[in-house]
């Protein structure tokens, strides 16, 4: 899907951004992305170990990391060496993204003008903001509220009191009552005196088919994009995240909570009420039983159950002890 920028952006040049260094070349920052996702001036953060193999091959011009990790990036990348890599990032991303820190409320919402939408069917007191497209036979509920530049595609049902915002959503998409779609996640970095926001600049990505029912929260993601794919089924209260990436058709019963930047694999089912740690890697095929609590990474077509969640033979061992 289309990536959309949802933020007002300032241009800087390198050397403006952090006047203290020399830089063997003085460009303009196109954005900040992920090492996965960057290209050429784009500027990157590189913080753990853990995502040395995305590294090693990105194609940022510009990276924050630390004196360990800056061996790990190719040659060409200018290394910005800080101690702390999600502090400094937090400064630039204020700099760069100055309205992203706090969800201001979008001052251009307004009743759909109905020639601008002539397929959709909208209930009482939808408002829209500047921008939103809308496909053909698309169903808006009562008090909805849709923010600027939001994309929902062709025969989408969107219930009541429905608040979505810098998000782009695919074909046949269902949206219960209540659902929260795109709001700021929960980041900061903990300071002596202040707790730091961490400014999140990502979209929500929902694929074709996907169902998502009552009083779900799903946040935006802080650089990349949290995604849904496609013919996925999320039940009732479900939170996701930022960053968090659900493969195609998972089932996710109601109550489980993702931490941020969980990565679920294709096919998973989820049982009421577990819980995912964040950064964790769930395969394909995972079945994860109710109440869970997963703290570790799970392989491919694994069955696992308690907490900390443990493979399905193990858990029924150690209960009948």
């Given at each position: 899907?289309?990536?959309i920028?949802?933020?007002?952006?300032?241009?800087?040049?390198?050397?403006?951004?952090?006047?203290?260094?020399?830089?063997?070349?003085?460009?303009?920052?196109?954005?900040?992305?992920?090492?996965?996702?960057?290209?050429?001036?784009?500027?990157?953060?590189?913080?753990?170990?853990?995502?040395?193999?995305?590294?090693?091959?990105?194609?940022?011009?510009?990276?924050?990391?630390?004196?360990?990790l800056?061996?790990?990036?190719?040659?060409?990348?200018?290394?910005?060496?800080?101690?702390?890599?999600?502090?400094?990032?937090?400064?630039?991303?204020?700099?760069?993204?100055?309205?992203?820190?706090?969800?201001y409320?979008d001052?251009?919402?307004?009743?759909?003008?109905?020639?601008?939408?002539?397929?959709?069917?909208?209930?009482?007191?939808?408002?829209?903001?500047?921008?939103?497209?809308?496909?053909?036979n698309?169903?808006?509920?009562?008090n909805?509220?849709?923010?600027?530049?939001?994309?929902?595609?062709?025969?989408?049902?969107?219930g009541?009191?429905?608040?979505?915002?810098?998000?782009?959503l695919?074909?046949?998409?269902?949206?219960?009552?209540g659902?929260?779609?795109?709001?700021?996640?929960?980041?900061?970095?903990?300071?002596?005196d202040?707790?730091?926001?961490?400014?999140?600049?990502?979209n929500v990505?929902?694929?074709?088919?996907?169902?998502?029912a009552?009083?779900?929260?799903?946040?935006?993601?802080?650089?990349d994009?949290?995604?849904?794919?496609?013919?996925?089924?999320?039940?009732?209260?479900?939170?996701?995240a930022?960053?968090?990436?659900?493969?195609?058709?998972?089932?996710?019963?109601g109550?489980?909570?993702?931490?941020?930047?969980?990565?679920?694999?294709?096919?998973?089912?989820?049982?009421?009420?577990?819980g995912?740690?964040?950064?964790?890697?769930?395969?394909?095929?995972?079945?994860?039983?109710?109440?869970?609590?997963?703290?570790?990474?799970?392989k491919?077509?694994?069955?696992?159950?308690?907490?900390?969640?443990?493979?399905?033979?193990?858990?029924?061992?150690?209960?009948?002890?």
């Amino acid at each position: 899907m289309k990536k959309i920028e949802f933020f007002k952006k300032k241009s800087f040049l390198i050397k403006n951004l952090f006047p203290k260094l020399k830089f063997k070349n003085n460009f303009k920052v196109n954005g900040i992305r992920s090492l996965e996702k960057s290209k050429k001036n784009d500027l990157t953060f590189f913080d753990s170990i853990k995502y040395k193999h995305l590294a090693l091959n990105t194609k940022a011009s510009l990276c924050i990391t630390t004196e360990k990790l800056a061996k790990f990036l190719p040659q060409n990348v200018e290394k910005i060496v800080v101690k702390n890599v999600m502090s400094e990032l937090t400064k630039i991303l204020k700099a760069i993204y100055p309205e992203a820190d706090i969800d201001y409320p979008d001052l251009t919402l307004k009743s759909p003008i109905k020639n601008k939408f002539k397929s959709v069917k909208f209930s009482n007191n939808v408002l829209i903001g500047n921008n939103v497209k809308i496909g053909k036979n698309s169903i808006i509920g009562a008090n909805t509220i849709i923010e600027h530049d939001v994309v929902i595609g062709n025969n989408c049902t969107i219930g009541s009191q429905v608040v979505i915002k810098n998000s782009v959503l695919g074909n046949n998409v269902v949206i219960q009552d209540g659902c929260k779609i795109g709001l700021k996640g929960f980041g900061f970095i903990p300071l002596k005196d202040n707790n730091l926001k961490i400014p999140h600049i990502g979209n929500v990505i929902i694929e074709d088919n996907v169902e998502i029912a009552s009083n779900c929260t799903i946040d935006r993601g802080s650089i990349d994009d949290t995604t849904i794919g496609k013919n996925s089924y999320l039940d009732n209260q479900v939170h996701i995240a930022h960053n968090v990436k659900i493969g195609s058709n998972c089932m996710i019963a109601g109550q489980v909570g993702f931490a941020g930047s969980a990565a679920i694999g294709n096919n998973v089912s989820i049982g009421g009420q577990a819980g995912i740690s964040g950064h964790l890697k769930i395969g394909n095929s995972v079945k994860i039983g109710g109440g869970s609590g997963v703290i570790k990474d799970v392989k491919d077509n694994q069955v696992i159950m308690g907490y900390p969640a443990v493979q399905l033979k193990e858990f029924i061992k150690n209960s009948k002890k």
